[in-house]
């Protein structure tokens, strides 16, 4: 389960697997529970259903303005789970690879994830940024401008995310010249596919069918986190690194702590929890 491809420059893939799996569940979690969930209840709705990829509110007795503000406090906690991943990552720059991964993926998800939705719902009118009941554009007018003005501002603040990202792992990745960017590259696409695929298995779960799969578990981790498919491109390969290439060795406690996270959430929110 290891790559050996440069003698002890290692890469343990399954515990590459759980992290990155772990860091995508958490994201959600966090956007859902944390932002949707929470706000839900403090707004004084009524918390119907917790699925792992989406919240219900009854929102009877609430205002107009509070239904909006439980339809931006998703991408807020991902916007913050963004922002403070990576400011803790540039302060620890002596601590273990493992952390310093965890936390380079963890930004990266919480920002690709608010500018992923601002094109999505430009794009489709659906989700947090859409003009459903639930949306924060319910009711603009004129709706075709202001779903434009999204998909044009989600389009360039999600490729600004990708460059920041690559950035990020400028000061991670170590190593020099092109083998930094065939690194980083390896070690973004076993990501993206470790924390995709446990997404979509999760996702079978949910008692409302294909619709949850497609419109938020496919479409938020499928192509909402696409950026890092591509991304890598933009690691500076002019760098010559003192710091030796990024290492993720065998970690049993990072399996295990990840693994139970994913487990727990799937068993508890994968079905869909009714309060």
């Known amino acids: 389960m290891q790559d050996r491809t440069q003698g002890k420059n290692r890469i343990d893939l ?24 929470l706000s839900c209840f403090l707004v004084g709705g009524h918390v119907l259903e917790l699925g792992a990829f989406y ?27 963004g922002l403070i991943s990576f400011v803790i990552l540039g302060r620890i720059p002596n601590r273990g690879p493992h952390l310093k991964f965890f936390l380079w993926l963890l930004g990266a998800l919480g920002l690709m994830n608010i500018t992923g939705y601002l094109l999505f719902s430009g794009l489709s009118g659906l989700g947090d940024f859409g003009i459903s009941r639930d949306g924060i554009l319910y009711q603009v007018s004129p709706a075709w401008v202001w779903r434009t003005l999204e998909t ?37 696409l076993l990501a993206y ?13 949910n008692p409302a069918g294909i619709t949850i799969i497609l419109i938020s578990a496919a479409a ?26 990024l ?29």
């Open 14 to 37: 399954l515990t590459l697997v759980v992290i990155s799996a772990f860091a995508y569940q958490l994201a959600i979690f966090l956007h859902e529970m944390g932002g949707h969930g």
């Open 55 to 81: 919240v219900n509110c009854d929102y009877t007795g609430v205002t107009e303005l509070a239904i909006r503000w439980v339809a931006f406090a998703g991408p807020f906690v991902s916007l913050l789970l």
């Open 220 to 245: 938020g981790s499928l192509g909402g986190t696409s950026g890092l498919l591509w991304m890598m491109q933009f690691v500076d390969r002019k760098i010559e690194s003192p710091v030796p290439p």
């Open 152 to 188: 044009l501002v989600g389009a360039a603040s999600y490729f600004g995310v990708a460059v920041l990202s690559a950035r990020q792992m400028d000061k991670i990745i170590g190593g020099a010249g092109v083998d930094r960017i065939r690194r980083a590259r390896r070690i973004a």
């Open 193 to 205: 596919l470790s924390g995709v695929i446990v997404a979509l298995l999760i996702s079978l779960l």
């Open 247 to 275: 290492q993720i060795p065998r970690s049993w406690p990072w399996i295990v702590v990840g693994l139970a996270f994913i487990l727990v959430y799937a068993a508890v929110f994968g079905p869909t929890l009714h309060p």
